[in-house]
T-cell receptor, first 116, second 112 residues
Framework: DGGITQSPKYLFRKEGQNVTLSCEQNLNHDAMYWYRQDPGQGLRLIYYSQIVNDFQKGDIAEGYSVSREKKESFPLTVTSAQKNPTAFYLC???????????????FGQGTRLTVV | GEDVEQSLFLSVREGDSSVINCTYT??????LYWYKQEPGAGLQLLTY?????DMKQDQRLTVLLNKKDKHLSLRIADTQTGDSAIYFCAAAPWNRDDKIIFGKGTRLHILP
């Protein structure tokens, strides 16, 4: 089955620690995204990548880092510089817009990160 | 910059129709999407419409697009308790670095 998988589903972090959230897709999608969701805030874009070994900052990139060494994988690191990291994190992937036709985003099931 | 706006809450009685509205600012948006999010889960694509269409119907779902006013709506007929969720409107502007712009989501509450 093709899809996009996030792990873990729940993650607890002590203040001052870095943590890495995993996102893997086997849809052969070029573009991948990380969003943060807070109550009443909708989805805010953290980082996105259109191609391997390239990524761009989204609207709230401060305190986060990413890598895109493989097409299938787009891990997100929440660093100690992120002042308020407790949130629900969503990863998505999408065929690049270079081709014709619809290119909806497919989402993982999310990771809930809590700072303790 | 580009923006997608939608109301935050909607309450509807079971069996009635729900209509969730959305406006967007980027006239170059080619595809417009409706996603559903149940508690603690990711977003699931419900339906989408291409910008050269006015209407799309899929079982209980009807999407209406007014391109002139940049207004999109999602109608859910015969609303059921399982429809209780957050509904996100999203727009895909043409050639905008592959970004999809999401609204803040409308929480649909079903009254018995």
């Amino acid at each position: 089955d093709g899809g996009i998988t996030q792990s873990p589903k729940y993650l607890f972090r002590k203040e001052g620690q870095n943590v890495t959230l995993s996102c893997e897709q086997n849809l052969n999608h070029d573009a991948m995204y990380w969003y943060r969701q807070d109550p009443g805030q909708g989805l805010r874009l953290i980082y996105y990548s259109q191609i391997v070994n390239d990524f761009q900052k989204g609207d709230i990139a401060e305190g986060y880092s990413v890598s895109r060494e493989k097409k299938e994988s787009f891990p997100l690191t929440v660093t100690s510089a992120q002042k308020n990291p407790t949130a629900f994190y969503l990863c998505a992937s999408r065929t690049g817009t270079g081709g014709a036709g619809n290119t909806e985003a497919f989402f993982g099931q999310g990771t809930r990160l809590t700072v303790v | 910059g580009e923006d997608v706006e939608q109301s935050l809450f909607l309450s509807v009685r079971e069996g009635d129709s729900s209509v969730i509205n959305c406006t967007y600012t980027d006239s170059s948006s080619t595809y417009l999407y409706w996603y559903k999010q149940e508690p603690g889960a990711g977003l699931q694509l419900l339906t989408y419409i291409f910008s050269n269409m006015d209407m799309k119907q899929d079982q209980r779902l009807t999407v209406l697009l007014n391109k002139k006013d940049k207004h999109l709506s999602l109608r859910i007929a015969d609303t059921q308790t399982g429809d209780s969720a957050i509904y996100f409107c999203a727009a895909a502007p043409w050639n905008r670095d592959d970004k999809i712009i999401f609204g803040k989501g409308t929480r649909l509450h079903i009254l018995p």
